[in-house]
């Protein structure tokens, strides 16, 4: 299956670069480039890619909205894509606030091309990614930011106390195999509570189970 992207980058010659690297991968096909988000939608609507590779910072429209406007589509668009943001920073405001729109994966702008490349795919599985350094510091930035809530918020109430405490181990940053190791269970079993939790909270990947972990005081910023 060939993976179709979208390159957004006020910068012409990074959006080239990026472009190219992943066009020339024999399982992805770039479909379209904007310098703009205003301009991504209106190809994102009409080239329906499974990827849209979108820097943070531009004119006209920026990331961030970018990625609302396509995660909510008007009525008469069917396909939305998912979102890897690509930033210069491997921390600010707009890490959050890109989540919270709906972003799948957030990478960093000097990351290894192999980096981008496994990232566009991990995506385009239906994955969250996020580098390390900015899973940690976005979890950190959300603990301080979010106010305290009950832990038996209705919206756990589906969940079963095992789903908690992966949910618990999700939100805390760990991956499935360091979750596995510390619950004493296979990697596979994790995957498939981690897939359950998603869908019981009727949520797109573990980047947001995160922030409904937070949200709903399962977990504080310093601890559970």
């Known amino acids: 299956?060939?993976?179709?992207?979208?390159?957004?980058?006020?910068?012409a010659m990074v959006r080239a670069g990026f472009a190219a690297l992943l066009d020339a991968?024999?399982?992805?096909?770039?479909?379209?480039?904007?310098?703009?988000?205003?301009?991504?939608?209106?190809i994102a609507h009409t080239r329906h890619p499974d990827v849209v590779v979108m820097d943070v910072r531009m004119p006209v429209l920026?990331?961030?909205?970018?990625?609302?406007?396509?995660?909510?589509?008007?009525?008469?668009?069917?396909?939305v894509p998912r979102v890897l943001m690509l930033t210069t920073f491997d921390i600010d405001d707009y890490v959050y606030d890109a989540i919270r729109a709906g972003a799948s994966g957030f990478l960093l702008k000097d990351a290894?091309?192999?980096?981008?490349?496994?990232?566009?795919?991990?995506?385009?599985?239906g994955e969250a990614l996020l580098a390390p350094t900015v899973t940690r510091r976005m979890i950190e930035h959300f603990?301080?930011?979010?106010?305290?809530?009950?832990?038996t918020a209705p919206r756990l109430s589906a969940l079963t106390e095992r789903e908690r405490e992966v949910l618990v181990l999700v939100a805390q940053g760990l991956s499935n195999t360091e979750i596995a190791?510390?619950?004493?269970?296979?990697?596979?079993?994790?995957?498939?509570?981690v897939s359950r939790i998603i869908g019981k909270l009727e949520i797109r990947d573990r980047v947001q189970a995160v922030i409904v972990a937070y949200e709903c005081g399962l977990v504080s910023a310093t601890g559970t």
């Open 62 to 79: 920026n990331g961030i909205d970018t990625t609302r406007q396509l995660m909510h589509p008007p009525a008469t668009v069917e396909h």
């Open 143 to 151: 603990a301080r930011s979010a106010p305290p809530r009950q832990a």
């Open 1 to 11: 299956m060939t993976i179709k992207v979208i390159v957004v980058d006020d910068q």
């Open 181 to 193: 190791g510390a619950l004493f269970i296979s990697e596979q079993t994790v995957k498939s509570h």
């Open 25 to 42: 991968q024999p399982d992805i096909e770039v479909v379209g480039e904007a310098d703009n988000g205003a301009r991504a939608i209106e």
């Open 112 to 125: 290894l091309p192999a980096d981008l490349v496994s990232a566009v795919r991990v995506v385009a599985g």
